[in-house]
């Protein structure tokens, strides 16, 4: 269990070092702040090392977060971002359903599950004792890895998303 930024981001990291065949992870805060250039790096290095390797950003949580050019560098490493929620014309109050989800799912055996986003006001190292604090869980073996992480990998996989890009920031759908 983790209680600390620092602590889970650096955790987090090093098992996204040692994937092997596929990394999923879903946020609904990302910034390209130094937290998230770590992450950034780690997921295109992985990528690059022909790791299936897709990110999930909710379209308003991560809005402001996430430059055109690191969107670009993701897709330039071949890391597959899609943004959940886009707003679109046809159903525009549906901009208040968001995508709280906070996960990182590593090879099918390795489940990161809970709070904290990927951004500096969680790591005690950028933001001293007024950081935010949270709860996330790091679940591997039997009970937590296997088929029902496979599971919400494929749902994942199958949500319905935007990947198409208009400015750095997602287009509208619909």
């Not at 992985?46 to 897709?54: D, F, K, L, N, V």
């Not at 001293?128 to 749902?155: H, L």
């Amino acid at each position: 269990m983790f209680v600390e930024g620092d602590a889970l981001y650096d955790a987090m990291l090093a098992d996204i070092a040692g994937a092997q065949v596929a990394i999923r992870i879903e946020s609904y805060i990302f910034a390209d702040d130094e937290i998230g250039l770590q992450f950034i790096d780690a997921l295109g290095q992985a990528s690059r090392s022909g790791i299936t390797t897709q990110l999930r950003l909710d379209a308003a949580g991560s809005w402001n977060g996430l430059q055109w050019s690191s969107v670009e560098k993701l897709a330039k490493d071949g890391v597959v971002l899609t943004w959940s929620r886009p707003w679109s014309w046809r159903h525009p109050f549906a901009i208040q359903r968001r995508n709280h989800r906070k996960l990182l799912i590593v090879d099918d055996q390795v489940v990161y599950l809970g709070g904290f986003n990927i951004h500096r006001s969680s790591s005690r190292r950028a933001m001293g004792v007024g950081r935010w604090r949270d709860t996330r869980v790091r679940i591997t073996g039997p009970r937590g890895g296997g088929k029902p992480i496979a599971k919400i990998s494929q749902k994942i996989t199958a949500a319905k998303s935007c990947s198409v890009m208009l400015s750095g920031r997602p287009a509208l759908a619909g």
